[in-house]
C-alpha cells in the first residue's frame, strides 16, 4: 500500500487518517503495509527482530482493510529495508514540495498532494516499457477490494461544558452554544478537526488546535447570552476570533458604529446581535449585501438588514437581465415589511362605503313649535 499525505504533528489520528485514505484512494489492497517504527501504531519494539506490540487503534485499521503489516527489522541487518521506505517519501517531497508550496490550510495541501499522486501515474520508470500507471492497472486485478465502509479515524472522548460555554480537549478550548452549560457531550477527534455531539445530534465543528492551552471560540455559539448583555461584545474574544477568520466584516462595523450613533451603544449593539442571528439562516455573502444596502439607505434595522439579506438571495436563485432603469439609478432603496406585505395584496374592488342607509333610521320631522313628549328625547 502506498500515498502520500502531509502531517501536521506526531498525533495518531493523523497517522491513520494518512494510511485510510492512501488505502481508498488507490481503491485496491495488496495486504501487505511496509512502514518502519511509527509511534502510533507501534507502542513497544520487541528486541531485534520484526515483531511489535502494536496499539488498540492501529490493529483495528489492520483488521478493517485486511492489512498485514511488515516491520523493518533493528539493527545492521535491517539498515537497507527503512532506507527504501525514507527514499520513496524523499523523491516525493524533493520532486514536489520544493520549493514549498503555499497554501491557505492542511486540507488544501492534501488535495495537492492527491492530484500529484495521479500526475504520477503517467511517470515512466528510467527505461521501462510501461508507466507506473499502466504497471498498477494489471496488478489491480489481483489485489482485493477495499471495504465499502470506511474506518472511522476520528478518537471518542467524553467532555463536561464549563460555565462559559467551553469544552477542554487536549489541553485547548472550544466553545459551543451557550444552552449546553453543564451538560455532558461527546466530542469526535479527527487529525484536522472535530465534531461535537449531544446525543446523535451534532451540536458544533471546529478545526483542531495543534498548539497547547489554546482555545477557538465562535461568535454564534454566544449571542443569545449577548443580546442580554450588549455591552460585552466589544471586547468579548469571539468577536476578535471572527474578524481574524473574516467572518466579522467592515461591513458589520460601519453598520455597527452607524446603529450605535442612532440608537445608543446598547440598542445599536443590540441591534447589532439580531442581525448576527440572522447568519443562522442566510449565507454571509447575502447578509454583508444586505448591510450594505441597508447602511447606504440609512436603514439602521434589523429588519431592514433581513429584508435586504432576503431579496438579495432571492436575486441569485432567480437572475434577471438588469433594466436600463436599474442600471441607471445608483441610490439604494430599502421597502419596509409594511409596504411590502400591502403591495402583494389583491387590488381591493368593491365600492367605497356609504352611511346612506342610516338615514332610515332617523325619527319623522316635529311640525314646529311642538314639543317633544316627557321623558322623550328632545
Known amino acids: 500500500m502506498a500515498g502520500a499525505e502531509e502531517e501536521d504533528g506526531a498525533a495518531g489520528e493523523l497517522c491513520l487518517r494518512g494510511a485510510s485514505r492512501s488505502a481508498r484512494s488507490i481503491s485496491s489492497i495488496n495486504g501487505l503495509n511496509s512502514s518502519s517504527h511509527l509511534k502510533a501504531a507501534v507502542s513497544k519494539v520487541l528486541g531485534f527482530t520484526r515483531a511489535r506490540t502494536e496499539s488498540e487503534r492501529w490493529t483495528a485499521l489492520r483488521s478493517h482493510y485486511g492489512l498485514e503489516a511488515f516491520y523493518c527489522q533493528p539493527g545492521i541487518k535491517g539498515a537497507h529495508e527503512k532506507g527504501g521506505v525514507e527514499g520513496d517519501i524523499g523523491w516525493f517531497r524533493r520532486n514536489h514540495l520544493v520549493p514549498v508550496p503555499e497554501v491557505a490550510s492542511l486540507d488544501e495541501l492534501n488535495e495537492m498532494i492527491e492530484r500529484w499522486d495521479l500526475e504520477d501515474e503517467g511517470r515512466r520508470i528510467g527505461a521501462r516499457a510501461r508507466t507506473v500507471g499502466e504497471y498498477f492497472a494489471i496488478e489491480r486485478p489481483l489485489l482485493r477490494p477495499v471495504p465499502l465502509e470506511a474506518f472511522e479515524t476520528g478518537l471518542l472522548l467524553p467532555v463536561r461544558v464549563d460555565r462559559y ?79 481574524a477568520a473574516g467572518k466579522f466584516t467592515p461591513v458589520h462595523d460601519a453598520w455597527w458604529a452607524a446603529a450605535c450613533k442612532a440608537h445608543g451603544d446598547r440598542d445599536g449593539t443590540r441591534a447589532l446581535i439580531e442581525v448576527l442571528l440572522l447568519a443562522r439562516h442566510r449565507s454571509t455573502e447575502h447578509l454583508v449585501t444586505g448591510l450594505a444596502a441597508a447602511l447606504r439607505a440609512g436603514a439602521l434595522t434589523a429588519y431592514a438588514v433581513a429584508l435586504e439579506a432576503r431579496k438579495a438571495a432571492e436575486e441569485d436563485q432567480e437572475p434577471s437581465p438588469p433594466t436600463a432603469a436599474e442600471d441607471a439609478s445608483t441610490d439604494a432603496t430599502v421597502t419596509f415589511l409594511t409596504e411590502r406585505r400591502l403591495a402583494q395584496l389583491p387590488r381591493d374592488t368593491r365600492p367605497p362605503p356609504s352611511v346612506a342607509v342610516y338615514d332610515q333610521l332617523l325619527k319623522r320631522a316635529r311640525p314646529a313649535g311642538e314639543r317633544p313628549a316627557q321623558g322623550g328625547t328632545p
Open 165 to 243: 460555554s467551553q469544552i477542554t480537549v487536549r489541553t485547548n478550548r472550544y466553545s459551543v452554544t451557550a444552552r449546553l452549560i453543564g451538560r455532558q457531550l461527546r466530542v469526535m477527534l479527527h487529525a484536522s478537526e472535530l465534531i461535537v455531539y449531544d446525543g446523535q445530534q451534532i451540536v458544533a465543528r471546529h478545526e483542531r488546535l495543534f498548539a497547547k492551552a489554546g482555545c477557538h471560540l465562535k461568535l454564534d455559539h454566544y449571542l443569545e447570552v449577548l443580546i442580554r448583555k450588549p455591552g460585552a461584545l466589544p471586547g468579548a474574544t469571539a468577536l476578535e476570533q471572527a474578524k
